[in-house]
């Protein structure tokens, strides 16, 4: 009778983990996701300010930290544009019951 270890010598999961492909297209998809929750908590905080809800100058560090995000989504934005990563609104899909 086989011992674990020997059943267990042949198994696909116990290789060396996920292939290189894959674990950039998490992180791709992670900083994607990151990038869009940056964007959205700016437009969020500046649409409440705009609204008279939050003041500016009083809430300067909100104000900042609000800035930042939207300038490190901007700033993802910007490559993805330059990458040729293209965005998920494409106007060239098909469209189906028209």
Known sequence: MATEAER???????GGGRRAEDRSERIRTAAAGVLAL???LSVIYFLFAALGAVDIGDAAVGSAIALALGLLWLAGAYQRSRSGGGFATRGDRERRGF
């Open 8 to 14: 267990r010598m042949h198994e696909r999961r116990s």
């Open 38 to 40: 940056c964007g959205a």
